[in-house]
């Protein structure tokens, strides 16, 4: 019998394939082609427009990464702002810091939220369901260019710059992000892998870099993303040293009682260390 294969888009002179073991869900929204299959080794896995977007398997170190480095590295965190996310990995990893009062959740494809709900429950663990958040259906630029709230930091969930996506990597969109953060408000967003993504995470960074007081990369290895590290972007409206204080970041990572199965103290701060090629493209 023929085995059914996967092959990513997101390229188009390299790639990746998958075995499919088992299709789970396969349709269309008003924005992407959706699909959910079974890997044997990765797990149920997420495809957006035929580029992968979350395995079971690893997912836990793309989210871990997006949530508690920001988290941790704010005085005091209260209000979080999620744009993207439809998984509901972040929102997951959000959770479980008790100190957080408010979550605002913005999603433009209501369908990721509901098939990733019953397909992919791991992701979420019914964080759906939790009390502090106020979860809005809508496009992520459009609802912050009216939004009147502030927040401590916000989570850039997004797709790659292509599709619905697009629009929350561009200058407009980083404009507003910081017009809606408070005094030590944070922002953060994925920004590919760069050995692939050069010239759109160096023309993340020089956006951000004009608006925000200190903006900065931090990394980690994924595998489902293949080509070496993937980039999040990061902008801070004051200066947050966060890389001085090691001892602060411990205390709090222990006083949080959260498993980690990614994230510790040392992640951290060498998550923000970089590979000499890119920081040549930086300058």
């Known amino acids: 019998m023929k085995k ?38 990765l797990g149920k896995v997420l495809s957006l ?5 979350t395995t079971e398997k690893d997912e836990f170190i793309y989210h ?14 209260k209000k979080i702002l999620i744009i993207g996310g439809g998984d509901g990995g972040i929102l997951r990893e959000i959770c479980l810091h008790e100190s957080i009062k408010k979550i605002v959740m913005v999603e433009v494809d209501e369908l990721v939220i509901e098939v990733c709900k019953k397909y992919l429950s791991n992701h ?10 106020d979860l809005i259906i809508q496009n992520g630029m459009d609802f912050i260019k009216k939004n009147k709230e502030k927040f401590d930091i916000i989570i850039s969930d997004c797709t790659d710059p292509i599709g619905p996506g697009k629009i929350l990597f561009t200058k407009k969109f980083y404009k507003e992000c910081l017009r809606c953060l408070k005094k ?12 692939f993504q050069k010239l759109s995470s160096i023309q993340s960074y020089k956006i951000l870099k004009k608006q925000f007081l200190e903006t900065k990369f931090y990394q980690s290895s994924i595998p489902t993303y293949y080509g070496g590290i993937m980039l999040f972007l990061w902008g801070s409206k004051n200066k947050i040293e966060f890389y001085l204080d090691k001892k602060r970041i411990e205390k709090r990572i222990q006083n949080s009682n959260i498993n980690f199965r990614y994230y510790n103290s040392d992640i951290h701060f060498g998550s923000f260390c970089l590979p000499q090629y890119l920081l040549k493209d930086l300058l």
């Open 49 to 53: 427009d035929g580029v992968v977007q």
């Open 124 to 133: 979420s663990k019914n964080a759906f369901s939790d009390a502090r958040l």
């Open 4 to 41: 059914k294969i996967f092959f990513e888009k997101l390229h188009n002179k390299l790639g990746q394939y998958f075995i499919i073991d088992k299709i789970i869900y396969n349709g269309y929204s008003s924005y992407q082609k959706v699909l959910i299959f079974k890997n044997s080794i």
């Open 64 to 77: 871990e990464s997006m949530t508690h480095i920001p988290i941790f590295s704010h005085p005091d965190a």
């Open 184 to 195: 030590n408000g944070i922002f953060v967003a994925q920004n590919g892998v760069f050995f």
